[in-house]
């Protein structure tokens, strides 16, 4: 599907992660990750990428290694003194939860993110899930967005309320998985959550992730929900929300416009950068990924995305 106009860059502000997970499929460790990375190699398909974040020595030439081929724009990706963010966890594909959960925020946790003269112009944000107060200070930096997206987790939702409140009335579109939703709203139900989250954060969209029964829209209108691409079995959820919204912000950075048509095209592109996403351990479903692979996966969802007229 040709773009109309040369797509809008993008800007992705989030975390850079060394990674150790477990899976049914088996175990990789210091493996690349965080919301940053994630987002930009989904998203390199798509637009240019503008990346904000920070490193350890320890990681720092692993990540940079990774981006090499990316063309993103690092200026805004810090060394910083402490090590890499480490996280740690395993994904249970039975009742879909991910426990055993540690995480240690290392360079995060001296971290002021600092956006250049053209990235605080950016149309398209994404604020990747991290500290509510580094989310804050990207909001305060950027001059007349377009569009800002988000994502968060439920140890921010949970121990961090009165700094994450303001980051998400800031919002445009928000990312979120049922059961971060029904926290964040306190109720017991998915239609409930959307309804409240949407009202009270004037949102434009509220994308739910759904692993693998795919993504719902909500929006006003029409809800639009569209199935997950088959992976049989996935190897490592890992970074597939991340690439969801890859996906959908980089195609609306080539549509340019946000109508029901280009929101719907988006979603399914979100589709299909999770899943290559989850077909690897770490980065590596999207590495080597080009977007005529993206397209041919696109393909078999052409009925469901084709505009309405």
């Given at each position: 599907m040709t773009p109309p106009h040369r797509p809008w860059p993008l800007l992705v502000a989030g975390t850079i992660t060394r990674d150790d997970v477990r899976t049914p499929m088996g175990a990789n460790t210091d493996g690349l990750?965080?919301?940053?990375?994630?987002?930009?190699?989904?998203?390199?398909?798509f637009a240019p990428v503008s990346v904000v974040g920070t490193a350890?020595?320890?990681?720092?030439?692993?990540?940079?290694?990774?981006?090499?081929?990316?063309?993103?724009?690092?200026?805004?990706?810090?060394?910083?003194?402490?090590?890499?963010?480490?996280?740690?966890?395993?994904?249970?594909?039975?009742?879909?939860?991910?426990?055993?959960?540690?995480?240690?925020q290392g360079a995060y946790r001296g971290f002021t993110p600092v956006l250049t003269a053209d990235q605080r112009?950016?149309?398209?944000?994404?604020?990747?899930?991290?500290?509510?107060?580094?989310?804050?200070?990207?909001?305060?930096?950027?001059?007349?967005?377009?569009?800002?997206?988000?994502?968060?987790?439920k140890l921010y939702i949970r121990e961090a309320p009165d700094a994450l409140e303001p980051v998400l009335k800031r919002l445009d579109y928000l990312f979120l998985n049922?059961?971060?939703?029904?926290?964040?709203?306190?109720?017991?139900?998915?239609?409930?959550?959307?309804d409240q989250l949407r009202h009270r954060f004037t949102l434009r969209g509220l994308v739910i992730k759904e692993g693998p029964?795919?993504?719902?829209?909500?929006?006003?209108?029409?809800?639009?929900?569209?199935?997950?691409l088959p992976?049989?079995?996935?190897?490592?959820?890992?970074?597939?929300?991340?690439?969801?919204?890859?996906?959908?912000l980089g195609a609306l950075a080539e549509q340019q416009v946000e109508t029901d048509d280009s929101v719907r095209l988006a979603l399914g592109y979100a589709m299909v950068m999770a899943s290559f996403a989850i077909q690897h351990f770490s980065v590596?479903?999207?590495?080597?990924?080009?977007?005529?692979?993206?397209?041919?996966?696109?393909?078999?969802?052409?009925?469901?995305?084709?505009?309405?007229?």
């Amino acid at each position: 599907m040709t773009p109309p106009h040369r797509p809008w860059p993008l800007l992705v502000a989030g975390t850079i992660t060394r990674d150790d997970v477990r899976t049914p499929m088996g175990a990789n460790t210091d493996g690349l990750g965080g919301s940053a990375t994630y987002f930009t190699l989904a998203a390199r398909l798509f637009a240019p990428v503008s990346v904000v974040g920070t490193a350890g020595p320890d990681f720092m030439p692993a990540f940079q290694n990774a981006m090499r081929e990316t063309g993103a724009d690092l200026r805004s990706v810090s060394q910083s003194t402490l090590p890499t963010y480490r996280w740690r966890a395993e994904h249970d594909y039975e009742t879909g939860t991910t426990r055993n959960e540690t995480s240690d925020q290392g360079a995060y946790r001296g971290f002021t993110p600092v956006l250049t003269a053209d990235q605080r112009k950016a149309k398209i944000v994404f604020l990747g899930s991290m500290e509510p107060r580094h989310q804050m200070r990207v909001l305060e930096q950027l001059e007349a967005p377009w569009l800002v997206a988000g994502d968060t987790m439920k140890l921010y939702i949970r121990e961090a309320p009165d700094a994450l409140e303001p980051v998400l009335k800031r919002l445009d579109y928000l990312f979120l998985n049922a059961s971060e939703a029904m926290a964040l709203a306190k109720v017991d139900t998915i239609e409930e959550a959307s309804d409240q989250l949407r009202h009270r954060f004037t949102l434009r969209g509220l994308v739910i992730k759904e692993g693998p029964n795919g993504a719902t829209l909500y929006r006003h209108g029409e809800d639009i929900h569209l199935p997950a691409l088959p992976v049989d079995p996935p190897t490592d959820p890992t970074g597939a929300g991340d690439a969801v919204a890859a996906g959908f912000l980089g195609a609306l950075a080539e549509q340019q416009v946000e109508t029901d048509d280009s929101v719907r095209l988006a979603l399914g592109y979100a589709m299909v950068m999770a899943s290559f996403a989850i077909q690897h351990f770490s980065v590596k479903g999207l590495q080597p990924i080009t977007r005529a692979d993206v397209e041919a996966r696109m393909a078999s969802m052409a009925w469901q995305v084709q505009p309405t007229a």
